[in-house]
């Protein structure tokens, strides 16, 4: 049975199919240890039916650490959001540590619709030029919970 | 996510969405106790979910100061 009720998989299809190009879910998961990983495939594993552009890469965290070190994964599950742009897999530097249910569900279909050229940045244009003036590396964490 | 939208626009930043109640240990080693608290290089916090200047400002530090018009 899916986790997704049928009015929200035909909104969700609607939206996927302004997509421009393929994005990726890089899945890292393991198979003991990880009372949520299961969880998490099974959320991710949604996606992909509603959405030709949509694919999911699984990643064994124990097996593939330099996968791991690229993204700066360090536990699990994590998913991380990649897009194809001409020939090239591009990093989008959107990540997801646990469980994207609830509201962190809605910020996954977000970062997919972003990633995935479905909609526009949702920045202003000082936000934008405040960013674009970084200039060495910065990670953010944003701690939330389902509800 | 803001963050996630300033991590889209740059290609300095990386931003993690952290199921807070998944990863007890990060939870309490960033002292999280209301949500959403927002964790930056480690070093800075920005508490709540802030208007977008002002989480701006507070996630990347005050604007470089501009000139004032008159001087």
Redesign the interface.
């Known amino acids: 049975m899916s986790l997704i009720s049928t009015d929200d998989q035909a909104r969700l299809r609607e939206e996927f199919a302004k997509m421009t190009r393929p994005v990726g879910l890089v899945f890292f998961t393991q198979t003991l240890g990880c ?2 990983c299961h969880l998490t495939h099974q959320v991710l594993n949604e996606l992909p039916p509603l959405s030709d552009r949509i694919s999911i890469e699984e990643v064994n965290f124990v097996l593939d650490g330099e996968k791991a070190a690229q993204y ?1 994964v360090d ?1 699990v599950p994590a998913i991380a959001l990649t897009y194809v742009e001409g020939d090239e897999v591009k990093d ?10 609830g509201y ?1 569900f809605i ?1 996954l279909i ?2 997919v619709l ?2 995935g050229g479905a909609r526009p ?4 244009e ?3 030029s ?17 509800t | 996510m803001l963050a996630h939208e300033m991590a889209f626009a740059s290609s300095y930043i990386t931003a993690f969405a952290v199921e807070a109640t998944e990863f007890p240990d990060l939870a309490r080693r960033y002292r999280v106790s209301a949500v959403p608290k927002t964790i930056v290089n480690d070093d800075i916090e920005v508490l709540g979910a802030l208007p977008e200047p002002a989480f701006v400002d507070q996630a990347l530090g005050a604007p470089p100061e501009t000139p004032h018009p008159d001087e």
């Open positions: 009372e949520t700066g536990r989008s530097r959107m990540r997801f540590l646990g469980t994207p249910a962190e910020s977000r970062a972003l990633a940045p949702d920045l202003s000082a936000a934008r405040r960013v674009a003036a970084v200039d060495k590396p910065t990670t953010m964490q944003v701690f939330t919970t389902p």
